[in-house]
């Protein structure tokens, strides 16, 4: 049974959120205060966290920063209607899907059930591609560069497999939003973009001139498979 960790102050939506997730299947362990995060994840073992953004002790954002640079499970934020929320900063943090609260239900329920089987690998013959000093093994969804293990996103780990499987080949924006997002490009949406980004700064690649993961203006993205040795 998949196990979600809720980090919500509002006892009442809290206990309602719980009582509903718990009854389509899900196990939930819940938190009230971001500063009290970190320990519950070292001590404990979870496969989604639900954090809202206003929280005592430690905000959405500094909480979501913290967990990532650390922790891979997926991570949906709350942030209810009228709050400041930048959708591009979230997904900097590290977020990988968010809800405008009070949600549907049944939207909540889907976006935690999408992100749970975003997370889920495949139990087949082990797959593993190797570029130099880069290792990307999709069944145990593991990425280690120099031996180093490289903590990324479920969505960040499918991204990387998706332009590593594609080595030496342009793939168009489009046809990456599209098999990422699940959605038709429309030409505005910098979700990817920030993605690409984040895995660039994690493998160490230049962010002002990216040599291993570049943009090809104009076309999509380039993963350059000799571009990985020290």
């Given at each position: 049974?998949?196990?979600i960790?809720?980090?919500?102050?509002?006892?009442?939506?809290?206990?309602?959120?719980?009582?509903?997730?718990e009854?389509?299947?899900?196990?939930?362990?819940?938190?009230?205060r971001?500063?009290?995060?970190?320990?519950?994840?070292?001590?404990?073992?979870?496969?989604?966290?639900?954090?809202?953004?206003?929280?005592?002790?430690?905000?959405?954002?500094?909480?979501?920063?913290?967990?990532?640079?650390?922790?891979?499970?997926p991570?949906?934020?709350?942030?209810?209607?009228?709050?400041?929320?930048?959708?591009?900063?979230?997904?900097?943090?590290?977020?990988?899907d968010?809800?405008?609260?009070?949600?549907?239900?049944?939207?909540?329920l889907?976006?935690?059930?999408?992100?749970?089987?975003?997370?889920?690998?495949?139990?087949?013959?082990?797959?593993?591609?190797?570029?130099?000093?880069?290792?990307?093994?999709?069944?145990?969804?593991?990425?280690?560069?120099?031996?180093?293990?490289?903590?990324?996103?479920?969505?960040e780990?499918?991204?990387?497999?998706?332009?590593a499987?594609?080595?030496?080949?342009?793939?168009?924006?489009?046809?990456?939003?599209?098999?990422m997002?699940?959605?038709?490009?429309?030409?505005?949406?910098?979700?990817?973009?920030?993605?690409?980004?984040?895995?660039?700064?994690?493998?160490?690649d230049?962010?002002d001139?990216?040599?291993?993961?570049?943009?090809?203006?104009?076309?999509?993205?380039?993963?350059?498979?000799?571009?990985?040795?020290?």
């Open positions: 049974m998949p196990k960790l809720l980090v919500e102050d509002d006892l009442g939506l809290q206990q309602l959120t719980k009582d509903y997730l009854h389509n299947g899900l196990e939930v362990d819940v938190l009230s971001g500063d009290e995060v970190f320990s519950y994840l070292e001590n404990n073992a979870a496969d989604l966290m639900i954090l809202d953004i206003m929280l005592p002790g430690k905000d959405g954002f500094s909480v979501c920063r913290q967990v990532r640079d650390k922790f891979s499970l991570i949906l934020m709350l942030t209810a209607k009228g709050e400041n929320f930048d959708e591009v900063i979230g997904l900097e943090l590290g977020a990988d968010y809800v405008v609260k009070p949600a549907e239900p049944r939207v909540l889907a976006r935690v059930n999408a992100l749970l089987r975003r997370g889920q690998p495949v139990v087949k013959a082990a797959e593993e591609i190797q570029f130099g000093d880069l290792v990307i093994d999709k069944t145990s969804r593991i990425v280690k560069l120099n031996e180093n293990e490289i903590v990324l996103t479920s969505h780990f499918e991204l990387l497999w998706l332009l499987s594609n080595a030496g080949e342009v793939l168009s924006r489009e046809h990456v939003h599209q098999h997002i699940g959605r038709q490009y429309d030409g505005l949406d910098r979700t990817v973009d920030v993605r690409v980004s984040r895995i660039r700064k994690k493998l160490g230049n962010s001139k990216p040599y291993r993961i570049k943009t090809v203006w104009g076309q999509g993205y380039l993963f350059v498979s000799d571009a990985w040795e020290k």
